[in-house]
């Protein structure tokens, strides 16, 4: 595994995110330049919304493609050790909870989460989603992932030596 990529949400389009490679094992991971990828960032219009009892699922469009987002509303399941009388003051499901409220249709966020594979598609199990107020937000996001693909991720791990 590549430490530089592993553990940091890296700046990426939809584009780069839905042509990541995946590899088959369990659980799936997912390569950009051979450099392992888990966690991303993203920023864009929410273009669809479906609320349910246990979690919302968004669309993300930046662009360059749609990136099919979940947000999980009940992290119950998640803590096998938690009883059912702690889930009503469960301070992550009530983060959660709030930014649901943030994802609107035509909104701009930034979302932050790790890659997932559900039923043979790339997804983003949502950790944060941040409403932004700048709308030169999607354009800044754009650049920063041109500049950061050329001088940091794309990179490959045996750099010619200068002669």
């Not at 369990?26 to 349910?52: A, K, N």
């Not at 709308?135 to 940091?152: I, S, T």
Request: charged share 20%.
């Amino acid at each position: 595994m590549d430490p530089l990529l592993h553990l940091v949400h890296i700046k990426i389009l939809a584009a780069d995110l839905l042509s990541l490679t995946v590899q088959q094992t369990l659980p799936p991971s997912f390569l950009r330049q051979g450099r392992t990828v888990t966690r991303v960032e993203l920023v864009g219009i929410v273009v669809s919304r479906d609320r349910r009892e246990k979690f919302l699922r968004f669309l993300i469009d930046d662009g360059t493609g749609c990136v099919p987002c979940v947000l999980w509303l009940n992290h119950q399941y998640l803590n096998a050790n938690a009883s059912s009388a702690s889930s009503d003051s469960d301070p992550t499901a009530e983060m959660a909870l709030k930014m649901s409220e943030e994802v609107c249709l035509g909104a701009l966020v930034r979302v932050r989460g790790k890659i997932v594979m559900y039923r043979g598609a790339i997804q983003i199990a949502i950790r944060d989603v941040v409403l932004e107020k700048d709308p030169n937000a999607e354009v800044l996001h754009w650049l920063q992932c041109v500049r950061l693909a050329k001088e940091c991720y794309d990179l490959s791990s045996s750099a010619p030596s200068a002669t």
